[in-house]
């Protein structure tokens, strides 16, 4: 199966500054159709998760310009551009590329310095 | 709008059974895959089981494979998950998700597996 390793596991950041938080998995995610499907899910405090990101880079409906995905064979990055309130949780990468099974990373948990 | 209502949560004894199921509205249910992810308390996300549109296709994580048993009734826009021979690292939120298009998760039900 597929590894997957976040890399902080905790992040803390002051209100306004930019966060982000590394992705690596143990094989390539480059699917034989050419894609990557790597996707980034946000779970807020006493929420389910909500999917941020999907195929590396495009962000989900509703989701601000301030979350990017980037990254490409083994190696991805979510980054917040400036952390509000609102974004304290915990993230997690997740591949659907080598699938059955899917894997997410441990999750990387935000909170407000 | 896609809504996925689990239920059948709770607390059962070591070695008991459990048969979770999520009840899908606000899409064609019978047209997509759907998956059972978990989350022990305080813990990351661990993907347990999957089944095809059409239930000819199941998945299992290894750590229940044997135990659990996939399934769904199209015809009542319903998935379950049938748990067996329960142990205490099976306790954790079951979250029903369609994973399709846009990764659509329930509100989960808790299992608790305690003496």
């Known amino acids: 199966d597929v590894v997957m390793t976040q890399s902080p596991l905790s992040l803390p950041v002051t209100l306004g500054q930019p966060a982000s938080i590394s992705c690596r998995s143990s094989?390539?995610?480059?699917?034989?159709?050419?894609?990557?499907?790597l996707n980034w899910f946000q779970q807020r405090p006493g929420q389910s998760p909500r999917r941020l990101i999907y195929?590396?880079?495009n962000r989900d409906s509703g989701v601000p310009d301030r979350f990017s995905g980037s990254g490409s064979g083994t190696d991805f990055t979510l980054k917040i551009s400036r952390v509000e309130a609102e974004d304290v949780g915990v993230y997690y990468c997740?591949?659907?590329?080598?699938?059955?099974?899917?894997?997410f990373g441990q999750g990387t948990k935000l909170e407000i310095k | 709008e896609v809504l996925l209502v689990e239920s059948g949560g709770g607390l059962v004894q070591p070695g008991g059974s459990l048969r979770l199921s999520c009840a899908a509205s606000?899409?064609?249910?019978?047209?997509?895959?759907m998956h059972w992810v978990r989350q022990a308390p305080g813990k990351g996300l661990d993907y347990v089981s999957a089944?095809?549109?059409?239930?000819?296709?199941?998945y299992y994580a290894n750590s229940v494979k044997g135990r659990f048993t996939i399934s769904r009734d199209n015809s009542k826009n319903t998935l379950y998950l049938q748990m067996g021979s329960l142990r205490a690292e099976d306790t954790a939120v079951y979250y029903c998700?369609?994973?399709?298009?846009?990764?659509?998760w329930g509100q989960g039900t808790l299992v608790t597996v305690s003496s």
């Open positions: 998700v369609k994973p399709f298009p846009y990764y659509s």
């Open positions: 606000g899409f064609t249910f019978s047209t997509y895959a």
């Open positions: 089944i095809t549109s059409n239930g000819d296709t199941t």
């Open positions: 094989q390539s995610l480059v699917y034989s159709d050419g894609n990557t499907y």
């Open positions: 195929k590396v880079s």
């Open positions: 997740m591949q659907g590329t080598h699938w059955p099974p899917g894997s």
